[in-house]
């Protein structure tokens, strides 16, 4: 797939949006949300075959997308050759725990740390909100797949010390009462 001159490869077996017509407006959405700055780190985790990573990076300093998967990991790896501007984004496949989220290995001379945070429908694991909180990201970009998650991570995200800054509903499954909801969360400060 190609989406602003962004090209994809992925296996059949990975998540992909469905409805492709929508993908740029997403990808507009999070970069218009996120703000991307080059003296910025953005961590895309569930990042799948580089979607974001890929459209994100030259926006930062460095990217490191994380999926558990592997056919989609290789393909993100893949996806950098005809993608040249994501130089710049590195990829691991790793499950995304509350103890390996707390282990990504990012060097401290890349900036404040901001995360993309894109689950599959049912969320992440429990105490994965949590541990990412501890990383004290800058900005978060949480993309929930469903309503019913909102409301539990929300408050997960202000515990941790995060407030709401915008809320952005996607229609991208037509014909449904379904929303891709993105959620940008920042770090309160007194």
């Known amino acids: 797939v190609s989406h602003h001159g962004y090209r994809y490869s992925y296996h059949p077996t990975s998540f992909s949006q469905v409805n492709e017509s929508m993908v740029p407006m997403m990808l507009d959405m999070a970069q218009e949300l996120l703000e991307p700055n ?4 953005l961590l895309d985790l569930y990042c799948g075959y580089g979607l974001f990573s890929h459209f994100l990076a ?15 990991i290789r393909a993100a790896i893949l996806n950098k050759k005809p993608n040249p501007s994501s130089r710049n984004a590195r990829f691991l496949a790793r499950r995304i725990t509350a ?4 282990k990504i290995p990012l060097p401290n001379d890349l900036g404040a740390e901001i995360i993309l945070l894109d689950p599959p429908r049912q969320g992440p694991q429990e105490g994965v909100i949590n541990a990412l909180g501890r ?5 978060v970009l949480h ?32 014909g449904t009462a379904g929303l891709e909801v993105l959620i940008l969360l920042e770090k309160t400060t007194f």
């Open 135 to 139: 990383r004290e990201p800058q900005k």
């Open 38 to 41: 080059p003296v910025e780190t």
């Open 143 to 174: 993309i929930h797949c469903g309503l019913d998650q909102i409301p539990p991570s929300v408050r997960q995200w202000q515990q941790n010390g995060y407030t709401v800054q915008r809320i952005v509903p996607l229609d991208m499954f037509p």
């Open 58 to 72: 030259p926006g930062y300093k460095q990217v490191m997308g994380i999926d558990a998967e592997g056919p989609s």
């Open 99 to 102: 103890r390996s989220v707390e």
